[in-house]
């Protein structure tokens, strides 16, 4: 089969690789007929290389149409059609009991101190090959799996694999009280995603946050403001709408690679180019994440409000002002988003009449074999680029 891999610090191919098999009774194969490339994926392109070898398959955000299962994979039967969840899951243990998927106890790697295996994402998480390929095996298929209808286009589901559950998640953590106001920083896809369920929801006031054009004006229809952290005083804007106290939540969607942290991004790069053991005793033991996007969330926040992290981190030894956050009496939630835990929220909302924009949320809808030149245009902010389908 053709698949999307690594081969270094900015480096994907499209190559000829084996078609996966059942290993194991839970398993089952799905043929891919739509897979999406995530800003998550960006940090195993530039920042996470030291967690990656060559030849592994990338992406986490897959959907279509099931070919084989295992003999313990419940109801899930050959012709279904199915999202599959970016965080494998068993749906039994102690976490998911809890709606902790994202923790799982059966797929945690424990070799590694972190949650649940990921698709496609790293020796961090469980090194499971993504679903960037015209195939995908899907582990622990009993539960791994979200069962959608055969009509409807693939935009309309194809985001409950991450990105609608994710920027939900964030929302949910952001505990916006009713007639509040939210600060949306990042609106790449899911903190675009987030402005529209907010918006959706209708309880608060949203403020739209970013510094790339195409994506301030894509969110500006469902924000109260949208500001430019190149051009507009962000920090000024939000006290002026919040009575001088600061915004009542803030949903940061950027991570670790924020604009504005320049001796961080050197140590990111330099990072990126050690060799693989180094580079991971690196990230594992020193701050190596760019903070600019935290340390503004810090500051936008009122006394006694509420911070939510959707942006992925790394650096295990970042200095974050803890002086700061202790004495505003911030509250920080933060995490993985638990898939299947929002789901049946979320489906109802996935109608004809698509009240979060799903099916035309996707800029750029491209074969499989685009996919190098689409993960360089991505990561360079390039081509009105925001959210990519890729098709196999």
Not at 83 to 91: A, D, K, Y
Not at 212 to 233: F, G, Q, S, W
């Amino acid at each position: 089969m053709r698949a999307v891999t690594w081969h270094g610090r900015r480096k994907v191919s499209v190559d000829t690789v084996p078609d996966p098999a059942i290993m194991e009774p839970t398993d089952a194969i799905i043929r891919v007929t739509s897979t999406n490339i995530c800003g998550s994926d960006l940090h195993l392109y530039e920042v996470l290389s030291a967690f990656m070898s060559p030849g592994d398959i990338l992406g986490h955000e897959a959907m279509g149409v099931v070919e084989e299962v295992g003999p313990e994979v419940g109801a899930l039967q050959a012709g279904d059609r199915v999202v599959i969840p970016f965080n494998i899951s068993c749906g039994t243990c102690w976490m998911c009991a809890q709606g902790l998927q994202s923790q799982c106890e059966t797929t945690q790697n424990r070799d590694q101190g972190t949650g649940a295996a990921l698709f496609g994402y790293s020796k961090l998480y469980g090194e499971v090959a993504g679903g960037q390929a015209e195939y995908l095996r899907v582990p622990q298929a009993q539960y791994t799996h979200i069962t959608v209808p055969h009509d409807g286009p693939d935009d309309r589901y194809v985001y409950l694999s991450d990105v609608l559950p994710t920027a939900w998640q964030g929302v949910e953590y952001a505990a916006v009280p009713d007639g509040g106001t939210l600060v949306v920083l990042g609106l790449g896809p899911i903190g675009s995603m987030a402005c529209r369920i907010a918006a959706h929801r209708g309880n608060c006031r949203v403020i739209g946050v970013d510094r790339v054009p195409e994506r301030i004006e894509k969110v500006r229809p469902y924000c109260a403001d949208v500001l430019n952290v190149d051009t507009d005083d962000v920090e000024a804007a939000v006290r002026e709408q919040t009575g001088g106290r600061g915004a009542d939540s803030v949903l940061e969607a950027v991570g670790m690679e924020a604009h504005g942290s320049p001796v961080a991004a050197t140590a990111q790069s330099a990072a990126g180019y050690l060799p693989a053991p180094v580079g991971r005793l690196v990230m594992r033991h020193a701050g190596v994440d760019r903070l600019a996007a935290l340390n503004l969330a810090v500051s936008l926040v009122r006394r006694g409000g509420t911070i939510s992290l959707s942006g992925v981190y790394g650096g295990a030894a970042d200095p974050i002002n803890m002086m700061m956050l202790f004495d505003k009496q911030v509250q920080l939630r933060m995490g993985q988003a638990n898939v299947k835990r929002w789901v049946p929220e979320i489906m109802d909302l996935l109608t004809d009449d698509d009240p979060l924009g799903v099916d035309t949320f996707a800029t750029h809808r491209l074969p499989l074999e685009a996919a190098p030149d689409a993960y360089e245009t991505f990561q360079k902010k390039q081509d009105g680029m925001i959210k990519v389908v890729l098709k196999p």
